[in-house]
């Protein structure tokens, strides 16, 4: 059975550093398109960013480009999401989403694993 288990969320005030881990556990994955997402109070799971397992291809979406970056390390079988600077407006609920196609897609339907998500709040 696979799981997805997200850790790192929590308090942070803005323009502090945050690391986020998703360890993926119960079979591996070689070329399978990861991602992350999130999802404010009253607002749809939105995009983060993405990567493939066993490749250097990474997406972000325009909000967080040049400010977070996705990391796969496939030894471990973890991925995480850094940032060095963070904002008010990152305060969310944050999954890691593991697809069983290569496709890193920007929608939610394409990934079938999901993680139950760990909550960031950015306080000002």
């Known amino acids: 059975q696979v799981q997805l288990v997200e850790s790192g969320g929590g308090l942070v005030q803005a323009r502090n550093p945050l690391r986020l881990s998703c360890a993926v556990s119960?079979?591996?994955?070689?070329?399978?398109?990861m991602a992350w997402f999130r999802q404010a109070p009253g607002k749809e799971r939105e995009f983060v960013a993405g990567?493939?397992?066993?490749?250097?291809?990474?997406l972000y979406a325009d909000s967080v480009k040049g400010r977070f970056t996705v990391f796969i390390r496939e030894a471990r079988n973890t991925m995480s999401l850094q940032t060095d600077t963070v904002e008010p407006e990152d305060t969310a609920v944050y999954f890691c989403?593991?697809?069983?196609?290569?496709?890193?897609?920007?929608?939610?339907?394409?990934?079938?694993?999901w993680g139950k998500g760990t909550q960031v709040t950015v306080s000002s």
């Open positions: 989403a593991v697809s069983e196609n290569s496709d890193i897609s920007r929608d939610p339907s394409n990934y079938q694993y």
């Open positions: 119960g079979r591996d994955f070689y070329h399978n398109a």
């Open positions: 990567g493939r397992w066993g490749g250097l291809t990474t």
